[in-house]
Structure formats: C-alpha cells, structure tokens
C-alpha cells in the first residue's frame, strides 16, 4: 500500500489528528462538525474537509501542508 494512499480508519484517529490540528496549527472549526466525513478518507480529502470547515477552501499551501501532516499521522499508526 503506497503513503498516499493509507486513510483514517476510525473516529477515534480522525479526532486525535483533528485535535492537533487544531491545538498546533488553530484549525478547530472541523472539531464542530460530524466527524464521520473524515473516517475512511485519504489525507488530500481530508485537508480538503478541514480546509471547507474553516472556509478556507481555495488555499493550497494549507491544503498542502496538512495533507502532509496528516498522512504523518497515519504513516506513524500504520509502522510503528
């Protein structure tokens, strides 16, 4: 299985990467919605969520940077 391709596999994981997010980076809209959007999801899909959450939808740089940062998150559960 290729990186980029590993997705979140339970609400659980999907809150822990929420709440860095949010305490690190002040990205905490998303910790208000149902968290079931971002269960099953790939780490662009969910930048992207957490990008639309915040109505921050267009910025590629953040769109880029957490996608990095969450698919830290699940690189690290996954081999480690």
Same mark, same amino acid.
Do not use: N
């Given at each position: /299985? #290729?990186?980029?391709?590993? *997705? *979140?596999?339970?609400e659980?994981? !999907?809150?822990?990467?929420?709440?860095?997010?949010?305490v690190?980076w002040?990205?905490?809209? !998303? =910790?208000?919605?149902?968290?079931? =959007?971002?269960?099953?999801? *790939? !780490?662009?899909?969910? !930048? =992207?969520?957490?990008?639309?959450?915040?109505? /921050?939808?267009?910025?590629? @740089?953040?769109?880029?940077?957490?996608? =990095? @940062?969450?698919q830290?998150?699940?690189v690290?559960?996954?081999? #480690?």
């Amino acid at each position: /299985m #290729l990186q980029s391709e590993i *997705t *979140t596999h339970s609400e659980q994981e !999907a809150d822990r990467i929420l709440s860095w997010l949010c305490v690190e980076w002040g990205f905490c809209e !998303a =910790r208000y919605k149902p968290i079931e =959007r971002y269960v099953e999801v *790939t !780490a662009e899909p969910f !930048a =992207r969520f957490v990008l639309e959450d915040e109505g /921050m939808s267009e910025d590629r @740089k953040w769109k880029r940077d957490i996608s =990095r @940062k969450v698919q830290e998150f699940l690189v690290e559960d996954r081999f #480690l």
